[in-house]
């Protein structure tokens, strides 16, 4: 117990000592947005999980595999990085990871509603699992998956919003038309 009225604290993490947080999300592709959360992240917690859900409902740009493969390459050789997969309920990802913390960036006030919903079920789900938002660098408010792949689909510039490795596989993906 840590003295907070029905919050229990366990799990693997939590008993070796060291602070996991899990950053979730789809991650279709990831964005310099993104990794700017997750350079965050690793500022505060000894490690950070980037877990994509895998999703049959949604159909998304890249595979699963193809956003691990991006997340990976862009932190090649940071031990405190791990990217996995997950599908069924965070919480239980979570606990099963021995991570007391679930990571998310918060852009704008149009975002908090719906994060805000999702931590207060995730911790009914889990009151062992606290939420904490990052702020993001101003410069990347705006800036959202969904919108990258519709402005480089479009024939925008996207070089500034996503890791180059990002903007080939788009390429690839949207052949010549794009940029
Ligand atoms: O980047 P996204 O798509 O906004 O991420 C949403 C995500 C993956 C964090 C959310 O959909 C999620 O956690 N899904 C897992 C299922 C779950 O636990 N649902 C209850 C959460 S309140």
Do not use: W
């Amino acid at each position: 117990m840590n003295g907070r009225k029905g919050v229990r604290r366990k799990g693997a993490a939590r008993r070796r000592g060291g602070s996991v947080a899990v950053y979730p999300g789809s991650f279709d592709p990831v964005t310099n947005g993104h990794l700017d959360i997750i350079t965050r992240g690793l500022a505060v917690f000894d490690a950070v999980i980037i877990a994509i859900l895998v999703n049959p409902q949604k159909h998304p740009l890249f595979t699963v595999e193809e956003r691990v493969a991006l997340i990976r390459e862009a932190y090649k050789g940071e031990a405190r990085v791990r990217v996995d997969t997950f599908s069924g309920l965070l919480v239980d990802y979570a606990e099963r990871v021995g991570a007391s913390v679930i990571v998310r960036g918060l852009r704008a006030v149009s975002d908090f509603e719906y994060e805000f919903q999702m931590a207060l079920m995730n911790r009914r789900l889990d009151p062992n699992i606290e939420t904490v938002f990052m702020a993001p660098a101003d410069g990347y408010s705006y800036v959202s998956s969904r919108l990258v792949k519709e402005v480089f689909q479009l024939g925008g510039d996207v070089s500034a919003l996503v890791p180059k490795l990002v903007e080939r596989r788009l390429r690839e993906k949207y052949g010549k038309a794009a940029r």
